[in-house]
């Protein structure tokens, strides 16, 4: 084996790349920021909503989310700790932007999903869960929020098994909770650890480490916590679900860890415990097989498209997850979807909107790679196999539509140029009516919070402020026949023929009796719930 050979294993061995997901609010992008806290990445941590500081989180980078305080995209960010190197993949909370959380589970090995202790699972995290259930990935579970008044540790477990419908095995073990949460029991190690409040959590915090029978944990703890935790300890052993990893890695199974996001108790343990468990690349599915990461072909796909990240270039990012082979700058690959050689010239990483250029990559990491506009959610990229395509990103039909202008006619180019990558990016979907021009336009949206999030941006990163009307379709469906060759359409009155980016006919409906309505007045035409 060559030494090239053995630096590509080597380095794929060291990778680990996953998703976080949750409800709005549970503290997710809280849980990340700590992360690059420990791994050295930020000096200091700033909470999305942190009263005590001024800063806004890294992860979230578009202004309209420092604003709101919620993840409207999501971010990509690598980090080192004790030679891992890890690549995280911080998703939107809120429903409305759920299609960007789907699109970039694709992209993960594994997922983090976490849950609020006053709350337990909540709707949102159902969906999630199910999406990486469907995955087959790994999940592990991170119940945040235990220095605030919440259930029971063992109702959580409980609401993660009925909700849910997955095991759970605690990793470690809260030792009090509210304003009395103090650390956690590490099962693992068999130790208890006790920490300090870390500057509120803005950095690093300290801990007191030592095996649950020594006596100084009485006196710290008080005999009623301490007494607590032996029961805790004892009842977990006998009536829990025991460790194995086979069934964690095959999604069967959910280690389970208890902590606060907030003031990081509890943050490093989860993460040391989290990388010893979670597996490094593992092989991806593709027209072709199973692709292994230690392949000498250089292969990945695109997951998303991200235009204006840097305000001063107006440039349009396509973010690649490397899946097999080793990544070189300035290297010619084939884009298999076009059929044709491009050079990857300027390949960034990132640490929220911050980016640096790059030289290497391997399979795991997450690349930022310039888009002149010849890149679409899905692509494959490959070196050397030129038929290679990775399994492709499933497009949602969007549920809320509305009809959309710019106020001023001088701004149109502009307009017309934002609505199109904006749409490219995959948030939204344009749709016009046949034989209307670009002035006036129909976007679709999977959630209706996306209609404030690309005014918002319109107006930000292209100067145009948009007129808006709502419409009150809620069914998008294609028709496969060729519509010029298969007679007049019977159209309902509460019905709309448009056409999407590909010129193909589309028709949306107000609600499920008009779809059957229109299909009784149109036999001869098939229809179809999703684009090809």
Request: net charge negative; with cysteine; glycine share 6%.
């Amino acid at each position: 084996m060559t030494e090239q050979n053995l630096n590509l294993i080597d380095e794929v061995k060291r990778r680990r790349t996953f998703a976080i997901i949750s409800h709005p609010d549970a503290g997710k992008t809280t849980l990340t920021e700590k992360f690059l806290l420990y791994g050295g990445a930020i000096r200091e941590a700033g909470s999305v909503k942190s009263r005590r500081s001024q800063k806004h989180a890294v992860s979230d980078w578009m202004e309209i989310e420092k604003q709101r305080g919620i993840s409207v995209a999501s971010s990509v960010l690598q980090f080192e700790y004790n030679n891992f190197c890890i690549n995280i993949l911080d998703t939107p909370g809120h429903q409305d932007f759920s299609e960007d959380t789907y699109r970039t589970l694709m992209a993960a090995d594994c997922a983090v999903m976490v849950i609020d202790s006053a709350k337990g699972v909540e709707e949102q995290t159902k969906k999630l869960f199910h999406v990486c259930k469907m995955r087959g990935i790994p999940i592990f579970t991170f119940i945040n929020k235990m220095d605030r008044q919440g259930k029971d540790p063992f109702e959580l477990l409980e609401d993660i098994e009925n909700v849910l419908g997955i095991r759970s095995c605690p990793v470690n073990w809260p030792i009090g909770s509210g304003k009395e949460f103090r650390g956690v029991f590490n099962r693992h190690k068999n130790q208890i650890e006790l920490f300090d409040d870390g500057n509120h959590g803005q950095s690093i915090a300290n801990s007191i480490t030592g095996e649950v029978t020594d006596e100084k944990f009485n006196t710290l703890l008080g005999d009623a916590l301490h007494s607590k935790l032996l029961e805790d300890i004892e009842l977990l052993d006998i009536a829990g679900d025991n460790f194995d990893l086979d069934k964690i890695l095959n999604g069967e199974l959910s280690p389970v860890f208890f902590g606060s996001a907030l003031t990081n108790f509890g943050v490093e343990p989860f993460l040391e415990s989290f990388l010893e468990i979670t597996p490094p690349p593992m092989p991806r599915s593709s027209n072709l097989g199973d692709i292994d990461p230690n392949s000498d072909n250089f292969s990945g796909f695109i997951f998303k498209i991200q235009a204006n990240m840097d305000k001063a270039h107006r440039d349009r990012i396509a973010f690649l997850r490397i899946c097999s082979g080793k990544f070189e700058k300035g290297m010619a690959v084939n884009h298999v979807q076009r059929n044709k050689k491009i050079k990857l010239s300027q390949p960034q990483q990132f640490v929220a909107q911050d980016r640096v250029i790059i030289d290497t990559a391997y399979p795991g990491d997450i690349i930022g790679i310039h888009d002149p506009g010849i890149f679409n959610i899905g692509d494959t990229l490959s070196e050397k196999q030129s038929k290679l395509e990775y399994t492709g990103i499933p497009q949602f039909a969007p549920e809320h539509f509305a009809r959309i202008s710019t106020k001023n006619a001088l701004k149109r180019k502009q307009f017309v140029k934002g609505i199109t990558q904006l749409a490219e990016e995959g948030a939204i979907q344009v749709f016009k009516q046949p034989n209307f021009g670009m002035e006036e336009l129909i976007v679709g949206v999977v959630g209706v919070l996306q209609f404030e999030v690309l005014e918002y941006r319109l107006k930000q990163e292209y100067g145009v402020d948009m007129l808006m009307n709502s419409l009150p379709y809620r069914y998008v469906r294609w028709i496969e026949n060729d519509i010029s060759k298969s007679g007049k359409l019977s159209m309902p009155m509460d019905t709309l023929l448009v056409e999407d980016k590909n010129r193909n006919p589309v028709v949306l409906f107000q609600n499920e009796w008009s779809i059957r309505h229109f299909i009784e007045r149109n036999e001869h035409l098939s229809l179809r719930e999703t684009s090809l």
